[in-house]
């Protein structure tokens, strides 16, 4: 069966550009990057001009760039680096909104010495800036505020956020793990301070990220250990994915344009295709504030996981909330977080699209997911009651 | 030019074997393992058999596996597993000679609230288990001691001290990386709560690790994120290496009888030999207590680098030291612990083989580098007068 897949927010296919230049580094040059002699010596040159492409990619210094293992260690480094670097200081902003590897990590940071202010998003998915503003203090260690969110798509003014915490003095963090490849990031006229990136979800392998850390911010490690990475991250270098993940920075930032054109054209006809021919659904997330390849829809008085299961036997992955959350019986924290009722927030289903995808397939999931809905809303008690309610 | 490699305690060739098995999961099987659709489920099966190899391979149940991304990570997440469970314990034993990943971590604990005892080690690299019992307290939280050491081959007792740690409650973590595929560990016999291990120094890829975690101990992730690893550790599984982790584990099950045997006799032809043929060259580690890869001799009264460097002409690979401390002017921290003459532990050198090596190798390195060191003696002023002192 051919796999239809519009789960890219989760993770992606391997560009065979990526692991085209990952082999040589998986089979002949095992060195390690280290090492003094020149069989690892050839190695440690690659890993600098990787790092020079992931630099170019969001305008970064090759220098400010840090090799993680994933978009989550890039987080909690950040986190952990602004709390170390500032003992003094015990109070954390973030939003409703993060992905479980801030949310998370700030939640046990609240239980353990720091005060947490969770900045709310309108209905919309739009983040509060007045909320955000007017609870930053001078005992404000950290604000970290995702670049775009994972689930709905949302993008957040990060330029403006910057700009006002600069002006403070504030250290700001932004997850920028969605943002990365699929919108233009300039780090250098945002000014933030830190920003995580992911290799898995712009074509890179899994087990690779990295976080930017502008010159002259207080750093402090995660990951204590050797010398490597300027002392800044302990543990052999991840070579192969590490080169894999400069290569996927380079085509990232030749297919943008593809992607705020072609891939937001695939992504809006899908979008409008099901809302159309499906009655009671509803789209979450600001429509003109998104990333270009998300969607995230909502079906009325049915499951999403239902839906998933069924779309599966044709062949079409998607996702009902986040992945890393997923065998969580509870609807989103995203979709709470916005209010979506209970009987949408159930039924809502995230598509996000690739260069890969074609407007074949697009036309593919418009045709065979209406009838799905309506079977499965045949079978559900909740909705003929619940349609005549909003109707 | 043809490259002998004998420095596999730095990193390990990726086996044929072992790039197979991930091949897959690089290139079609790309789903998220968290995923609900049935295209990431493929790979969450996947995951589970790789885990039960790893666990096999060291007498583990496949619970009490959790996938890391290094040693160092594995390390880290011992660690404070141990002291964030048990927060009213200040006191953190482990040895003189460890791997950076514990080594720096630890100094860094015992600057922020830690009382640390280091162990020390004798001229042959043997632990004075005395020292260690005699600072054994109620305060205790976690003692952490390397099975094998990276660069004087030399195994610790960990069984004995296990069975003392267990009597009295104490964590006992291990860094078993050297020791993992190259002399047999059984964590049911021997009973310690946690043991680090890591996939590039047995021939899977860099970048992946894992962390055994012993039922019924007390733990806390240090990796904080989504629900993978049952909670244990945040971040998107980096499928194609834990699948390789696992065919690595299956492969170093089968090749242990080899190392001790064919590997072991070739480490001793290599060893028997530089000693027979230069004079003044010194044996660091004790002779019948060490991994059966690795030698570690000290050639007086030259650079350790210098003769790396002429090797690497010949396209010999060893090492002089770590490679996670490499760069540094300094000699090795372990041979200093062991009291190696300053004049001898300049001029260290570490040979670690593997099932790759051959005897044809051997007898090139045991032919070529005699010469070496003769004539960097030639250039040397200490050489001379030195000699003449010992002689």
Same mark, same amino acid.
């Given at each position: 069966?051919?796999?239809?897949?519009?789960? &890219?927010?989760?993770?992606?296919?391997?560009?065979?550009?990526?692991?085209?230049?990952?082999?040589?580094?998986?089979?002949?040059?095992? %060195?390690?990057? +280290?090492?003094?002699?020149?069989?690892?010596? =050839?190695?440690?040159?690659?890993?600098?001009?990787?790092?020079?492409?992931?630099?170019?990619?969001?305008?970064?210094?090759?220098?400010?760039? @840090?090799?993680?293992?994933?978009? *989550?260690? #890039?987080?909690?480094?950040?986190?952990?680096?602004?709390?170390?670097?500032?003992?003094?200081?015990?109070? @954390?902003?973030?939003?409703? $909104?993060?992905? !479980?590897?801030?949310?998370?990590? $700030?939640?046990?940071? %609240?239980?353990?010495?720091?005060?947490?202010?969770?900045?709310?998003?309108?209905?919309?998915?739009?983040?509060?800036?007045?909320?955000?503003?007017?609870?930053?203090?001078?005992?404000?260690?950290? $604000?970290?505020?995702?670049?775009?969110?994972?689930? +709905?798509?949302?993008?957040? !003014?990060?330029?403006?956020?910057?700009?006002?915490?600069?002006?403070?003095? /504030?250290?700001?963090? #932004?997850?920028? =793990?969605?943002?990365?490849?699929? @919108?233009?990031?300039?780090?250098?006229? *945002?000014?933030?301070?830190?920003?995580?990136?992911?290799?898995?979800?712009?074509?890179?392998?899994?087990?690779?990220?990295?976080?930017? =850390?502008?010159?002259?911010?207080?750093?402090?490690?995660?990951?204590?250990?050797?010398?490597?990475?300027?002392?800044?991250?302990?543990?052999?270098? &991840?070579?192969?994915? /590490?080169?894999?993940?400069?290569?996927?920075?380079?085509?990232?930032?030749?297919?943008?344009?593809?992607?705020?054109?072609?891939?937001?054209?695939?992504?809006?006809?899908?979008?409008?295709?099901?809302?159309?021919?499906?009655? &009671?659904?509803?789209?979450?997330?600001?429509?003109?504030?998104?990333?270009?390849?998300?969607?995230?829809?909502?079906?009325?008085?049915?499951?999403?996981?239902?839906?998933?299961?069924?779309?599966?036997?044709?062949?079409?992955?998607?996702?009902?909330?986040?992945?890393?959350?997923?065998?969580?019986?509870?609807?989103?924290?995203?979709?709470?977080?916005?209010?979506? !009722?209970?009987?949408?927030?159930? %039924?809502?289903?995230?598509?996000?699209?690739?260069?890969?995808?074609?407007?074949?397939? =697009?036309?593919?999931?418009?045709?065979?997911?209406?009838?799905?809905?309506?079977?499965?809303?045949?079978?559900? !008690?909740?909705?003929?009651?619940?349609?005549?309610? $909003?109707?």
């Amino acid at each position: 069966m051919n796999i239809i897949y519009m789960d &890219n927010n989760a993770t992606t296919k391997i560009a065979p550009e990526v692991l085209e230049a990952m082999m040589p580094y998986l089979t002949d040059y095992y %060195g390690n990057a +280290s090492s003094m002699h020149s069989f690892g010596g =050839v190695v440690g040159r690659e890993l600098n001009a990787a790092r020079e492409k992931v630099a170019a990619l969001i305008n970064a210094e090759p220098g400010e760039i @840090i090799f993680t293992s994933c978009g *989550t260690e #890039s987080d909690s480094t950040a986190i952990h680096a602004a709390i170390r670097s500032q003992p003094e200081k015990k109070h @954390i902003i973030t939003t409703r $909104v993060e992905h !479980p590897a801030i949310k998370n990590l $700030v939640e046990y940071l %609240g239980k353990n010495g720091y005060r947490v202010t969770w900045v709310p998003v309108d209905k919309t998915g739009v983040l509060d800036l007045d909320y955000l503003y007017g609870h930053l203090s001078d005992d404000t260690a950290v $604000v970290s505020i995702m670049w775009a969110n994972n689930e +709905s798509g949302v993008i957040f !003014p990060i330029d403006d956020i910057a700009e006002t915490l600069l002006a403070r003095g /504030i250290v700001f963090h #932004s997850d920028a =793990v969605q943002a990365v490849g699929k @919108i233009p990031v300039d780090v250098k006229k *945002t000014g933030l301070n830190m920003l995580s990136l992911s290799g898995h979800k712009i074509h890179a392998p899994k087990g690779v990220g990295a976080l930017y =850390v502008k010159k002259g911010t207080r750093f402090s490690p995660f990951m204590i250990g050797g010398h490597q990475e300027r002392n800044r991250r302990g543990g052999t270098e &991840n070579t192969a994915s /590490i080169i894999g993940l400069g290569r996927a920075c380079e085509l990232a930032g030749t297919h943008l344009a593809e992607i705020v054109t072609r891939v937001r054209a695939l992504r809006d006809r899908l979008e409008n295709g099901l809302l159309e021919k499906v009655p &009671n659904a509803l789209l979450n997330g600001k429509k003109d504030a998104r990333l270009p390849n998300t969607t995230n829809i909502s079906f009325e008085y049915i499951e999403g996981e239902a839906i998933l299961l069924m779309m599966d036997q044709l062949g079409i992955c998607a996702s009902s909330g986040s992945a890393c959350t997923s065998g969580s019986l509870e609807p989103s924290h995203v979709l709470r977080a916005m209010g979506v !009722p209970f009987t949408a927030a159930h %039924g809502s289903v995230r598509f996000s699209l690739s260069t890969y995808n074609t407007e074949k397939e =697009v036309n593919f999931v418009v045709e065979n997911l209406p009838p799905i809905i309506e079977r499965l809303r045949n079978m559900s !008690p909740f909705w003929k009651e619940g349609a005549c309610k $909003v109707q």
